[in-house]
Antibody, heavy 120, light 108 residues
Framework: QVQLQESGPGLVKPSETLSLTCTVS????????WNWIRQPPGKGLEWIGY???????NYNPSLRSRVTMSVDTSKNQLSLKLSSVTAADTAVYHC??????????????WGQGTLVTVSS | EIVLTQSPGTLSLSPGERATLSCRAS???????IAWYQQKPGQAPRLLIY???SRATGIPDRFSGSGSGTDFTLTLSRLEPEDFAVYYC?????????FGPGTKVDFK
């Protein structure tokens, strides 16, 4: 079965760029939408955006000016960059595969998530 | 942006009882583009329901979803101990896709 695993620095300084990687195992990235979703500690879920395996993207307008997503199907990885971070970007960041039955816009499976703290 | 409201915020019940969770959208969804997720502490959310009423793979039939337009419901027919968790609805009818604030189902 497909498994997703996020990785990256757990601490980022304010104004710097957050960079995360999601490694997909047990299946191909082809023909799927790949999403990033975040959850501030003790709070709800926020969709950051998706990237299709071929590279087309859709970002949340609230983050669009600071987000870059990319995909490397040869490595079975997707990546997220979020620039000019502030404390408000402190969250657990999840990658998740879009379910084909939802047109890619509902999510399963998810990675366990990685906590990124923005602090000096 | 479509805003989702969930009620109640917390539902205190006992195993074996029925749970009814509500999700209301700020605008009518053009189709039944609502999903429900379960999240336990320290875990990633798990997809339960999509298309308002279709169960995801491996989800037991005690979970059911219904609704259309702006009002949607997740029903747990008979709570099992492992069902005590936070439940989120999500709309995917209009980008940006948004989640509700969640309903916590805890032990009475």
């Amino acid at each position: 079965q497909v498994q997703l695993q996020e990785s990256g620095p757990g601490l980022v300084k304010p104004s710097e760029t957050l960079s995360l990687t999601c490694t997909v195992s047990g299946g191909s990235m082809s023909n799927y939408y790949w999403n990033w979703i975040r959850q501030p500690p003790g709070k709800g879920l926020e969709w950051i955006g998706y990237i299709y395996y071929s590279g087309s993207i859709n970002y949340n307008p609230s983050l669009r000016s600071r987000v870059t997503m990319s995909v490397d199907t040869s490595k079975n990885q997707l990546s997220l960059k979020l620039s000019s971070v502030t404390a408000a970007d402190t969250a657990v960041y999840h990658c998740a595969r879009g379910l084909a039955s939802c047109g890619g816009d509902c999510y399963g499976p998810w990675g366990q998530g990685t906590l990124v703290t923005v602090s000096s | 942006e479509i805003v989702l409201t969930q009620s109640p915020g917390t539902l205190s019940l006992s195993p074996g009882e029925r749970a009814t969770l509500s999700c209301r959208a700020s605008q009518s969804l053009s189709s039944t583009y609502i999903a429900w997720y379960q999240q336990k502490p320290g875990q990633a959310p798990r997809l339960l329901i999509y298309g308002a009423s279709s169960r995801a793979t491996g989800i037991p039939d005690r979970f059911s979803g219904s609704g259309s337009g702006t009002d949607f419901t997740l029903t747990l027919s008979r709570l099992e101990p492992e069902d005590f968790a936070v439940y989120y609805c999500q709309q995917y009818g209009s980008s940006p896709f948004t989640f509700g604030p969640g309903t916590k189902v805890d032990f009475k």
